[in-house]
């Protein structure tokens, strides 16, 4: 009875799984579903193989700190920045994919030298302006995607750097606050329109809701970027979407919404 008894016992010994002698981007792989913030808290002190793994660079190429902008009890785009920048640095600037609110200066900086690794930017509410884009971007030639909605200091300048820079991008975000129509005052600006028309002509997928752009801009996207298959231009009032010439256009679009 007693040899049945260790017999067992050394066989469950060996079913054990030894999770602290798995291969750390395995490891990684289980900790990037949790939440950051949460992953930080509590997974570093379960030993010493998980708190090395998310202290190195496998659990940070993938960054979203989204949800945790959005819960954090005060304002401070500082505190965003450090964040990003410690996030980054452990990554040695190989990030893939970063997801945040109210990116600064030292945020953005520190995401522009992450290079051909960088794939997606998602950055909406962003406190850069063109001078800081034009200062700190860098070329970041595998950039596929980027959202630069609420960015209210971004311009035409900033737009055009950002296609400059990112050759292969062909899906922009590029929304701003909606207003009624009836509260509509603002002249046409093709400003934006003709800086993404002549810097991004690869695009695939535009979002560009409550611009303030009208028909030649529109047009002149529509013109240049002749892979777009995708395009919103929701509340984007100063378009006049009964103009047969217009209506021509779009429907070679495989979807179109406004």
């Known amino acids: 009875m007693r040899k049945k008894r260790h017999q067992r016992a050394v066989v469950d010994k060996k079913k054990r799984r030894r999770w602290e002698t798995l291969h750390p981007e395995i490891l990684a792989s289980i900790f990037i579903r949790i939440a950051p913030h949460e992953m930080m808290k509590r ?4 030993c010493k193989s998980w708190n090395e793994v998310v202290l190195g660079p496998y659990c940070w190429q ?3 700190v989204s949800v945790w902008c959005e819960i954090r009890s005060d ?5 965003v920045d450090h964040v ?3 996030l980054v640095q452990r990554t040695n600037h190989t990030a893939r994919q970063l997801c945040t609110f109210d990116m600064g200066v030292r945020g953005f900086s520190a995401i522009a030298n992450c290079g051909r690794c960088l794939i997606s930017l998602v950055m909406p509410v962003g406190n850069i302006n063109d001078e800081m884009v034009l200062k700190h971007i860098k070329p970041l030639p ?3 995607y980027l959202d630069i909605s609420y960015c209210f200091h971004i311009t035409h300048k900033g737009i055009a750097a950002f296609g400059n820079n990112c050759k292969s991008l062909y899906d922009l975000k590029r929304c701003m606050p909606t207003v009624p129509f009836e509260e509509h005052s603002s ?3 093709d400003s934006e329109a ?3 028309a002549d810097t991004m002509p690869n695009l695939r997928w535009l979002q560009l809701c409550a611009g303030k752009f009208g028909k030649p801009g529109l047009f ?3 013109a240049k970027c002749k892979l777009l298959t995708h395009l919103d231009i929701y509340e984007s009032w100063n378009v006049d979407l009964n103009d047969a010439e217009f209506k021509g256009i779009t429907e070679k679009l495989r979807m179109f919404l406004y």
């Open 142 to 144: 595998n950039l596929k």
């Open 75 to 79: 304002n401070d785009p500082d505190k």
């Open 187 to 189: 002249p046409d600006d």
């Open 84 to 86: 990003l920048e410690k």
């Open 43 to 46: 997974v570093p002190f379960v």
């Open 220 to 222: 002149e996207i529509l």
């Open 194 to 196: 003709k800086a993404i």
């Open 62 to 64: 993938d960054i979203d």
